[in-house]
């Protein structure tokens, strides 16, 4: 096998383990510490005062809960966009994938420390309007960039 495929293998299992670390370690405590909610991260909120209302809702577990699965947040962007690039074709005019990826991972970042932001000093500031935006542009760059990596990876004739 090449050691390519070898990397790309490894790299989907590594997201998956993830995932599946997310769910079994964080998704359903976190769920039952706030009555069913999702995480902010997975279902942005638009409105401020909906935020707002969602975050003083939250209990001290479920801040706990929510900052616990932030650790594993760390490595997980850098997961999955290495992941990501291990696809993006290595011929020319394909190299402008890097650019979503690579900002889907910065945009996910950002939203990580707005996320703990508002969970340890309050939804007070410009900080609470731009959970939702930053959240929309993370899933934006990673679609671009699989939707690239899918079309590029189509057969020309």
């Given at each position: 096998?090449?050691?390519?495929?070898?990397?790309?293998?490894?790299?989907?299992?590594?997201?998956?383990?993830?995932?599946?670390?997310?769910?079994?370690?964080?998704?359903?405590?976190?769920?039952?510490?706030?009555?069913?909610?999702?995480?902010?991260?997975?279902?942005?909120?638009?409105?401020?005062?909906?935020?707002?209302?969602?975050?003083?809702?939250?209990?001290?577990?479920?801040?706990?809960?929510?900052?616990?699965?932030?650790?594993?947040?760390?490595?997980?962007?850098?997961?999955?966009?290495?992941?990501?690039?291990?696809?993006?074709?290595?011929?020319?005019?394909?190299?402008?994938?890097?650019?979503?990826?690579?900002?889907?991972?910065?945009?996910?970042?950002?939203?990580?420390?707005?996320?703990?932001?508002?969970?340890?000093?309050?939804?007070?500031?410009?900080?609470?309007?731009?959970?939702?935006?930053?959240?929309?542009?993370?899933?934006?760059?990673?679609?671009?960039?699989?939707l690239a990596v899918i079309l590029h990876r189509i057969p020309?004739?």
């Amino acid at each position: 096998m090449k050691k390519r495929t070898v990397l790309r293998i490894t790299a989907v299992s590594l997201v998956l383990i993830s995932e599946l670390l997310f769910t079994l370690l964080f998704s359903g405590r976190y769920e039952a510490a706030t009555g069913g909610k999702s995480f902010l991260d997975m279902a942005p909120i638009f409105s401020s005062k909906a935020l707002q209302e969602y975050v003083r809702s939250l209990s001290a577990e479920a801040v706990r809960i929510y900052t616990s699965m932030q650790v594993l947040d760390l490595i997980f962007p850098l997961i999955y966009t290495f992941t990501l690039i291990l696809f993006i074709p290595g011929r020319p005019g394909s190299r402008w994938l890097y650019i979503p990826a690579i900002a889907g991972m910065a945009f996910d970042y950002c939203e990580n420390l707005v996320i703990y932001r508002l969970l340890h000093f309050g939804t007070a500031g410009i900080i609470t309007p731009l959970l939702p935006w930053v959240t929309v542009l993370k899933f934006s760059c990673i679609g671009i960039t699989l939707l690239a990596v899918i079309l590029h990876r189509i057969p020309r004739r």
